[in-house]
């Protein structure tokens, strides 16, 4: 009995020193690991923000096994990559005294104690208007101030000694819409109108037509500027609106 005891003990002694020999390998420190913190801003990416990566942490390495290679799998991930998001377009300014006159639109003159040049006027294709004394005056491109103001100089250039000129406009230039419409064509501009509008004037979308934007063109006297745009989009005087056709 003595014996078998004392080798019963010795058995457990072994056992022993071979666990803290494996336990003594795992404890083993090397070199340092680093991984990427996942991105913690949640509000840099709904919004689209510009992402710079935070700086490593470095956390100490057991000795390999899955730990290691779990963290080693964290270091060669890459970062997130940035959402950007396009801004919205500006809507176009409503008509004002800032609008900017061109062929189709009609006005009315007013020259104080002038009976005989108070009257409608409508602006032709040349883009000027026809009053007696003075013959054409060009109006394309000009606000309203800036006709009354040119009038007044032709009738004070020995005419009338100090005129007085009110200009005003009486009715816009029309709109054109055109393509997945019940009734295409041109229709009169109603003021601060916008594209959901001039699509019920023209009957409504025809049943194959995108109804989620639409291309609107749009002309200055600096050239033609052509945008796809929501319904909600403002309008103004000429401007032509292209309903397109939906794929299914």
Same mark, same amino acid.
């Given at each position: 009995m003595?014996?078998?005891?004392?080798?019963?003990?010795?058995?457990?002694?072994?056992l022993?020193?071979?666990?803290?020999?494996?336990?003594?390998?795992?404890?083993q420190?090397g070199?340092?690991?680093?991984y990427?913190?996942?991105?913690?801003?949640?509000?840099?990416?709904?919004?689209?923000?510009?992402?710079s990566?935070?700086?490593?942490?470095?956390?100490?390495?057991?000795?390999?096994?899955?730990?290691?290679?779990?963290?080693n799998?964290?270091a060669?991930?890459?970062?997130?990559?940035?959402?950007?998001y396009?801004a919205?377009?500006?809507?176009?300014?409503?008509?004002?005294?800032s609008?900017?006159?061109?062929?189709?639109?009609?006005?009315?003159?007013?020259?104080?104690?002038?009976?005989?040049?108070?009257?409608?006027?409508?602006?032709d294709?040349?883009?000027?208007?026809?009053m007696?004394?003075?013959?054409a005056?060009?109006?394309?491109?000009?606000?309203?101030?800036?006709?009354?103001?040119?009038i007044?100089?032709?009738?004070?250039?020995?005419?009338?000694?100090?005129?007085?000129?009110a200009?005003e406009?009486?009715?816009? #230039?029309?709109?054109?819409i =055109? %393509?997945?419409? $019940? &009734? !295409? *064509?041109?229709?009169p501009? /109603?003021?601060?109108?916008?594209v959901?509008?001039?699509?019920?004037?023209?009957?409504?979308?025809?049943?194959?037509?995108?109804?989620?934007v639409?291309?609107?063109?749009?002309?200055?006297?600096?050239?033609a500027? #052509?945008?796809?745009?929501? =319904? %909600?989009t403002p $309008? &103004? !005087? *000429?401007?032509t609106v292209? /309903?397109?056709?939906?794929?299914?």
């Open positions: 003595p014996v078998a005891r004392a080798f019963r003990w010795s058995k457990l002694a072994s022993a020193a071979s666990a803290a020999l494996a336990l003594g390998g795992c404890m420190t070199s340092p690991v680093a990427v913190q996942p991105r913690p801003d949640l509000d840099s990416m709904a919004y689209g923000q510009p992402y990566a935070p700086q490593p942490v470095v956390v100490a390495n057991n000795g390999g096994g899955a730990i290691a290679a779990f963290s799998s964290f060669a991930s890459p970062a997130p990559m940035p959402v950007g396009a919205p377009m500006a809507a176009p300014a409503r008509n004002g005294a609008y900017h006159l061109d062929a189709g639109d009609k006005l009315r003159v007013v020259v104080y104690g002038q009976e005989g040049l108070t009257n409608s006027y409508s602006i294709a040349g883009g000027s208007i026809t007696p004394l003075i013959g005056v060009p109006a394309r491109g000009r606000t309203t101030a800036g006709l009354a103001g040119e007044a100089a032709r009738l004070r250039n020995g005419y009338i000694r100090e005129p007085s000129v200009v406009i009486e009715t816009y #230039r029309p709109f054109f =055109l %393509g997945e419409v $019940l &009734a !295409p *064509g041109q229709y501009y /109603v003021p601060n109108m916008t959901e509008s001039a699509v019920a004037i023209a009957g409504g979308f025809s049943p194959r037509a995108k109804r989620d639409v291309t609107v063109t749009h002309t200055e006297s600096g050239g500027m #052509r945008a796809v745009v929501p =319904l %909600g $309008l &103004a !005087p *000429g401007d292209f /309903v397109g056709e939906r794929w299914f």
